[in-house]
């Protein structure tokens, strides 16, 4: 065999090549085989500046897979905490702890709606859900709970332009990516 240009000329070249082909058509098939089909989506919000592009891209997910779509906002069991320690404070001319978070969930499943119509998912079967607690393990339990496939989030969490709406802080996100059973697609700024 002698080398020409950085190639391998001579007897027995063909068979090579041919079988270097098939090794790579072998390893295709066995990722493919491999790879997990995306039947549930959960995307985690945290009404971002960066929020509608994030909705975009998990709708775009989900139809191309045909997937259902979670939609997960995650009420901090520290903005609970807080409007307790205030209506203690207050005294009977504050919300109570209930009406609190009655108000709050509400007012975010108002705007996961408003940011589903923008985003127009037409046929795309989605759920919203809104649940208290610590952002991290409320996220992982959902990924557990609903058996996900794949979790999309942002790598930033709110600034708080509006002191009614929690932060889901860009660690939340790591923390997502380092422990999720699951693969998490980082959406990274607007799109």
């Known amino acids: ?5 950085g190639e391998i000329s001579g007897v027995g070249t063909d068979r090579l ?3 270097s082909r098939e090794q790579t058509r ?54 609970i905490d807080a409007a307790a320690v ?14 609190f978070t009655q108000i709050e969930i509400k007012r975010r499943k108002d705007r996961v709606n408003e940011t589903l119509n ?8 989605h759920k919203t859900l809104v649940r208290i607690g610590n952002p991290f393990e409320v996220v992982m339990e959902v990924i557990n709970e609903l058996k996900v496939d794949i979790v999309v989030m942002g790598t930033r969490g709110a600034i708080v332009k509006d002191e009614q709406y929690s932060i889901l802080t860009g660690s939340v996100a790591e923390k997502v990516f380092r422990h999720s059973p699951v693969p998490v697609l980082s959406v990274r700024g607007d799109l």
């Open 86 to 99: 205030f209506a203690r404070l207050a005294g009977s001319s504050a919300l109570t702890v209930d009406q």
């Open 26 to 79: 072998l390893k295709r098939r066995l990722y493919v085989r491999e790879v997990k089909k995306i039947n549930k989506i959960l995307i985690a919000v945290a009404f971002s500046d960066q929020s509608e592009g994030h909705f975009l891209y998990a709708a775009y997910l989900a139809d191309l897979t045909k997937a259902e779509l979670f939609v997960l906002s995650v009420i901090n069991r520290r903005d």
């Open 1 to 5: 065999m002698a080398h020409k240009n």
């Open 17 to 19: 090549r041919v079988c």
């Open 118 to 125: 923008s985003v127009d998912l037409g046929n795309i079967r």
